[in-house]
């Protein structure tokens, strides 16, 4: 099969559910449009995550991105809370508050979101065969849960597992490739947080999860791929750059990749 485009996720607020859509814009910062576009900050100007704060797993978070609103779902509240994410962000800031047990502002970037590498500001890219493998070294993970500890925005079908480690190079240099009429440069696997680690729903902890994970990682890495960029082994999916010239692109589920990669 020819490898393509069969998921986009985009996570709104940094931290929260992601959403799955149809199609995404590019930016002109390389970032698609709606992701990350917000993030919750503390009063020292820190990101409340899930790398520092486990309990933020416990929100569900919904949203319909062309009306602007938020859905929550916050423990120990009975009624579900929907917020204007431009209009009402003041009474959602409060909401997070009172729930984190501390004061909490809603910080927006609409031209590039808030990445956690800001050098790569580009969708990270896994294929669905990828997160099963990885889930199968866990018992008792699913793909779908696997799905939502990695939090890429492209998932790529038609392909086996690790397909994407062709999608970046020795240190140093990009590999070029196409989504549909999008160009990219891949830059290298993403360095894993804690947030793997832990359950999406509930944040609790797997057991040595991150010890299996380099194990495994290590022992499944195929021959050809590139061996500079790993340093360790707790690295998956593929961080990227997209060039000024896919500003303003459409990226589509069924879009095939550019199998003819070209190093830059």
């Keep these: 099969m020819t490898p393509y485009l069969?998921?986009?996720?985009?996570?709104p607020v940094k931290s929260l559910d992601g959403v799955e859509v149809e199609n995404a814009k590019v930016l002109?910062?390389?970032?698609?449009?709606?992701?990350?576009e917000f993030a919750i900050f503390d009063e020292q100007g820190r990101f409340v995550n899930g790398k520092r704060h486990a309990k933020i797993h416990l929100i569900r978070a919904q949203f319909a991105l062309l009306n602007r609103t938020i859905s929550l779902q916050i423990p120990d509240r009975n009624l579900e809370q929907i917020f204007h994410l431009d209009d009402e962000r003041q009474a959602l800031e409060v909401a997070l508050s009172d729930y984190f047990e501390f004061a909490v502002t809603l910080?927006?970037?609409?031209?590039?979101?808030?990445?956690?590498?800001?050098?790569?500001?580009?969708?990270?890219?896994?294929?669905?065969?990828?997160?099963?493998?990885?889930?199968?070294?866990?018992?008792g993970l699913s793909v779908d849960e696997m799905r939502r500890r990695m939090?890429?925005?492209?998932?790529?079908?038609?392909?086996?597992?690790?397909?994407?480690?062709?999608?970046?190079?020795?240190?140093?240099?990009?590999?070029?490739?196409?989504?549909?009429d999008v160009d990219f440069f891949g830059v290298n696997p993403c360095q894993r947080c804690i947030v793997p680690t832990r359950n999406s729903y509930l944040g609790e902890a797997y057991p040595n999860f991150q010890k299996i994970f380099i194990t495994q990682r290590q022992a499944t890495l195929p021959n050809w791929v590139a061996s500079s960029p790993f340093n360790h082994f707790y690295r998956l999916s593929i961080n990227t750059q997209l060039p000024r010239s896919s500003a303003g692109k459409i990226l589509q589920i069924g879009d095939e990749f550019d199998i003819n990669i070209q190093q830059n």
Aim: no cysteine; proline share 5%.
């Design 28 to 36: 002109a910062s390389g970032a698609l449009q709606y992701d990350r």
């Design 151 to 180: 939090r890429a925005n492209i998932e790529i079908g038609g392909v086996p597992a690790f397909w994407e480690d062709r999608l970046f190079s020795e240190q140093g240099n990009l590999v070029s490739f196409r989504v549909g």
């Design 107 to 139: 910080g927006q970037n609409s031209l590039m979101g808030f990445p956690d590498d800001t050098h790569s500001l580009g969708p990270t890219v896994i294929s669905t065969a990828t997160l099963a493998e990885v889930a199968s070294w866990f018992p």
């Design 6 to 11: 069969a998921k986009i996720l985009l996570y």
